[in-house]
């Protein structure tokens, strides 16, 4: 159990560039979770995996977001034309498939995004 | 809807002192809560989660929470603080969604330890 793991940790991009984040769950883990973490904020729900399906999308995950888990294992968040607005900390968390959905979330050290 | 309030941005305490972060959720039914712990450049570790059953819980690094539904919170408490507690709190709620779960966080509590 080496833990989930995010890449990069730290991006920094000109406004209106894509930018493309990874996160590696615990093996086994079958959800899978990404959220977006501001200053001063908690983490807040951005989308989330069961497997390789994508079963929710928050309403902050405008058009410019794209997230995929192919395969059920990594996952990938993609921002396109990039704005200042999106700068923040991007978290991943999964669970394990024996919770069920209901249990400790095991974290990521986030991305933290800064678009100039 | 679904939300999680930690009325407390900052809190201070002395090391040795006592703390209790205050946490309020709204979520119509059987709520299940978490709390968890932010260090600087550390990801997110749960500290301790209410389900169901006796309604004290008891959790990691000495910490405890009680769910109080009457009142709608869930407190997280330490008898003593040690200057390694000095961190972000955040509370969480998770309810039933689109076969999973769904979880709401607190806007977080940042704790300061005085030596």
């Known amino acids: 159990d080496t833990g989930v793991s995010q890449n990069p940790r730290h991006k920094i991009t000109k406004r209106g560039q894509n930018v493309t984040f990874r996160c590696d769950p615990i093996s086994e883990h079958n959800r899978l979770y990404w959220y977006r973490q501001t200053l001063g904020q908690g983490p807040e729900f951005l989308t989330y995996?069961?497997?390789?399906?994508?079963?929710?999308k928050s309403r902050l995950l405008s058009d410019r977001f794209s997230a995929e888990r192919p395969k059920g294992s990594f996952s990938t968040l993609e921002i396109q034309r990039t704005e200042q607005g999106d700068s923040a900390m991007y978290l991943c968390?999964?669970?394990?498939?024996?919770?069920?959905?209901?249990?400790?979330?095991?974290f990521g050290p986030g991305t933290r995004l800064t678009v100039t | 809807a679904q939300s999680v309030t930690q009325p407390d941005i900052h809190i201070t305490v002395s090391e040795g002192a006592s703390l209790e972060l205050r946490c309020n959720y709204s979520?119509?039914?059987?709520?299940?809560l978490f709390w968890y712990v932010q260090s600087p450049g550390q990801g997110l570790q749960l500290l301790l989660k209410?389900?169901?059953?006796?309604?004290l819980v008891q959790g990691i690094k000495g910490f405890e929470a009680e769910f109080k539904r009457s009142q709608s919170s869930f407190n997280l408490r330490k008898p003593s603080v040690h200057w390694s507690d000095a961190a972000e709190y955040f509370c969480?709620?998770?309810?039933?969604?689109?076969?999973?779960?769904?979880?709401?966080f607190g806007t977080g509590t940042r704790l300061k330890v005085l030596a």
């Open positions: 968390a999964s669970i394990p498939r024996r919770d069920r959905g209901l249990g400790e979330q095991y």
């Open positions: 995996f069961q497997n390789e399906a994508q079963l929710e």
């Open positions: 969480a709620v998770g309810f039933p969604t689109s076969g999973t779960y769904k979880y709401i």
């Open positions: 979520y119509g039914a059987t709520p299940y």
């Open positions: 209410y389900f169901s059953g006796d309604t």
